[in-house]
């Protein structure tokens, strides 16, 4: 391990005391906070520092099944409500969750470790999914036409698909939520949201806001866990809940997927991502580093959409790989919370382990350290920016997503050559690509496998587009005018037309 000079002292501020303080620790069931059934608790910690931050209630699964009761109880008159009202308490949410823009972020620092000023990106990109899906709510249209062969009525409408679980990872504890709890809202379902027992007190606030907001009792319900399966077990097997939405990594998606078989519930998967970052040797190099630095390091390199394989053209590869690491290295490593900090601590000692159990891997196998390649010392999980150059194309590294701030770099010599090595993965979230040549860009994003594709951008996540993946990467979509027909079903109804002949 290296030491690290910059990382500063864990002293709790009066202002990060007070906030941590206003957060609810309770279960929110049916619109009221209270303690787990049993009793029990869990701490949530500092990633920077390795402290307590707070002890929230760990729901039991008599927690869950209450609250899937106040769901269920909420569900029929919540689906009747005003499509106009349910747009205006997603806006006043917004202008609330916008107004406390600070406290947000700082939450979020302090439990995830990212920087503010990535903590604020957050909660503006967040607190986006109410707005958009408030304007979204009152413009679900349906559909009335005439049969073919003009005899009767086809009337097509939207309902909401039911009471809903959502389950929501620990990287974005805002924007997590709110992709699923804005276009739930807008659509007309109730909702048990368990977030990440990580990254959980973001999620607590937002839930009080949501309140403050207006949202009826028994609308949202919260259950925090230290257990996540003994909440989605028996909520998966009662025949009340309507759908399961999940972000979160693969081997749990399946999970899931397998468990909601038994009712034959409605899913949506946001799973895990490997994704490519593709530079032609048309690019324009100094753009090309800029959108890698923005794709790898976004959130500490721990976000789905992050570039997890630098495919480079091999006759600009030294060039863009000299620059890119020299951009990586001056990074300045700390704790969240210091205005100087770029480079956050990783979630926890097990992250930054993997992150550098993939590098070791990588050099054994061929790689070269270009800079970076270690733990920093503690307190904290952090680990160095790391830049790999000549990676060979079976290595780990490639296939695997990395969660960290680790950048392997790989060379093609073919346009197709790189179509091949971006589509050999069992993912397919995101992929970025770089070239002055608009017609290159538009012919290989026909060819590549992923649900959403960067032209010479390296951060795409936006409320108004449609996010999710292909192949392992998921099912369904969030954001866009897609996202709200996650939580809707289709009813058509046949009629005779009283006028045809
Ligand atoms: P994770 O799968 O370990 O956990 C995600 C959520 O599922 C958490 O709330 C966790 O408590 C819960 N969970 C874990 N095991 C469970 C079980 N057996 N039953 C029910 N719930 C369970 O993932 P993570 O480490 O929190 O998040 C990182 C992963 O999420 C990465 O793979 C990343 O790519 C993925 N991710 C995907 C997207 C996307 O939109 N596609 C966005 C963010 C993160």
């Given at each position: 391990m290296t030491a690290s000079p910059v990382i500063s002292p864990a002293i709790r501020s009066e202002r990060e005391r007070s906030l941590l303080a206003s957060v609810p620790t309770g279960l929110l069931i049916n619109g009221e906070w209270r303690d787990a059934s049993d009793g029990g608790t869990f701490d949530v910690h500092d990633p920077a520092t390795g402290e307590v931050l707070a002890t929230l209630a760990s729901a039991t699964s008599a927690d869950a099944i209450a609250a899937l009761d106040a769901a269920d109880a909420a569900q029929a008159s919540w689906a009747r409500t005003a499509p106009r009202v349910r747009a205006e308490i997603l806006r006043r949410a917004f202008d609330l969750v916008t107004e406390r823009i600070e406290d947000f972020a700082l939450l979020m620092t302090l439990e995830m470790g990212k920087p503010l000023a990535e903590a604020r990106g957050e909660v503006t990109y967040g607190a986006e999914f109410l707005r958009w899906f408030s304007e979204e709510t009152v413009r679900d249209y349906g559909r009335y036409l005439t049969t073919p062969e003009g005899k009767n009525k086809i009337l097509v409408q939207h309902k909401p698909v039911g009471p809903c679980l959502l389950i929501t990872p620990w990287n974005f504890p805002l924007a997590m939520a709110t992709r699923k709890v804005a276009p739930a809202v807008a659509a007309g379902c109730t909702m048990v949201l368990k977030p990440a027992k990580l990254t959980p007190l973001t999620a607590q606030l937002f839930a009080q806001m949501m309140r403050e907001a207006g949202l009826p009792?028994?609308?949202?319900?919260?259950?925090?866990?230290?257990?996540?399966?003994?909440?989605?077990?028996?909520?998966?097997?009662?025949?009340?809940?309507?759908?399961?939405?999940?972000?979160?990594?693969?081997p749990v998606g399946k999970r899931l997927m397998a468990d909601a078989a038994r009712n034959v519930l409605r899913t949506s998967m946001e799973l895990g991502g490997n994704a490519p970052f593709i530079v032609f040797e048309d690019a324009d190099i100094d753009a090309a580093v800029e959108g890698a630095m923005a794709a790898k390091m976004r959130n500490m390199g721990e976000a789905c959409t992050a570039a997890n394989r630098f495919l480079v053209h091999e006759a600009i590869a030294q060039e863009f790989t000299r620059k890119f690491a020299s951009a990586m290295g001056a990074l300045v490593i700390g704790g969240g919370t210091d205005p100087s900090a770029q480079v956050g601590p990783l979630i926890d000692a097990g992250a930054r382990d993997d992150a550098h159990n993939l590098v070791t891997a990588a050099v054994d196998a061929g790689a070269v350290v270009l800079t970076g390649g270690n733990r920093v010392a503690g307190p904290g999980y952090f680990y160095q920016p790391t830049v790999l150059a000549d990676v060979p194309n079976n290595a780990v590294i490639l296939s695997q997503e990395i969660f960290g701030p680790v950048a392997p770099v790989t060379t093609f010599t073919t346009e197709q050559g790189a179509i091949k090595l971006a589509n050999a993965s069992e993912y397919g979230l995101a992929a970025y690509l770089y070239s002055k040549d608009f017609n290159r860009l538009l012919r290989v994003a026909e060819q590549i496998e992923f649900g959403m594709v960067g032209f010479n951008a390296g951060v795409i996540s936006n409320a108004a587009a449609p996010f999710g993946g292909v192949k392992q990467s998921g099912l369904g979509r969030e954001g866009g005018s897609e996202g709200i027909a996650e939580y809707t079903t289709t009813q058509y109804i046949g009629m005779t037309d009283p006028y045809a002949r």
């Amino acid at each position: 391990m290296t030491a690290s000079p910059v990382i500063s002292p864990a002293i709790r501020s009066e202002r990060e005391r007070s906030l941590l303080a206003s957060v609810p620790t309770g279960l929110l069931i049916n619109g009221e906070w209270r303690d787990a059934s049993d009793g029990g608790t869990f701490d949530v910690h500092d990633p920077a520092t390795g402290e307590v931050l707070a002890t929230l209630a760990s729901a039991t699964s008599a927690d869950a099944i209450a609250a899937l009761d106040a769901a269920d109880a909420a569900q029929a008159s919540w689906a009747r409500t005003a499509p106009r009202v349910r747009a205006e308490i997603l806006r006043r949410a917004f202008d609330l969750v916008t107004e406390r823009i600070e406290d947000f972020a700082l939450l979020m620092t302090l439990e995830m470790g990212k920087p503010l000023a990535e903590a604020r990106g957050e909660v503006t990109y967040g607190a986006e999914f109410l707005r958009w899906f408030s304007e979204e709510t009152v413009r679900d249209y349906g559909r009335y036409l005439t049969t073919p062969e003009g005899k009767n009525k086809i009337l097509v409408q939207h309902k909401p698909v039911g009471p809903c679980l959502l389950i929501t990872p620990w990287n974005f504890p805002l924007a997590m939520a709110t992709r699923k709890v804005a276009p739930a809202v807008a659509a007309g379902c109730t909702m048990v949201l368990k977030p990440a027992k990580l990254t959980p007190l973001t999620a607590q606030l937002f839930a009080q806001m949501m309140r403050e907001a207006g949202l009826p009792a028994g609308v949202l319900n919260v259950v925090a866990s230290s257990s996540a399966s003994g909440i989605s077990g028996p909520l998966l097997k009662d025949s009340r809940l309507r759908k399961v939405s999940f972000t979160g990594s693969t081997p749990v998606g399946k999970r899931l997927m397998a468990d909601a078989a038994r009712n034959v519930l409605r899913t949506s998967m946001e799973l895990g991502g490997n994704a490519p970052f593709i530079v032609f040797e048309d690019a324009d190099i100094d753009a090309a580093v800029e959108g890698a630095m923005a794709a790898k390091m976004r959130n500490m390199g721990e976000a789905c959409t992050a570039a997890n394989r630098f495919l480079v053209h091999e006759a600009i590869a030294q060039e863009f790989t000299r620059k890119f690491a020299s951009a990586m290295g001056a990074l300045v490593i700390g704790g969240g919370t210091d205005p100087s900090a770029q480079v956050g601590p990783l979630i926890d000692a097990g992250a930054r382990d993997d992150a550098h159990n993939l590098v070791t891997a990588a050099v054994d196998a061929g790689a070269v350290v270009l800079t970076g390649g270690n733990r920093v010392a503690g307190p904290g999980y952090f680990y160095q920016p790391t830049v790999l150059a000549d990676v060979p194309n079976n290595a780990v590294i490639l296939s695997q997503e990395i969660f960290g701030p680790v950048a392997p770099v790989t060379t093609f010599t073919t346009e197709q050559g790189a179509i091949k090595l971006a589509n050999a993965s069992e993912y397919g979230l995101a992929a970025y690509l770089y070239s002055k040549d608009f017609n290159r860009l538009l012919r290989v994003a026909e060819q590549i496998e992923f649900g959403m594709v960067g032209f010479n951008a390296g951060v795409i996540s936006n409320a108004a587009a449609p996010f999710g993946g292909v192949k392992q990467s998921g099912l369904g979509r969030e954001g866009g005018s897609e996202g709200i027909a996650e939580y809707t079903t289709t009813q058509y109804i046949g009629m005779t037309d009283p006028y045809a002949r």
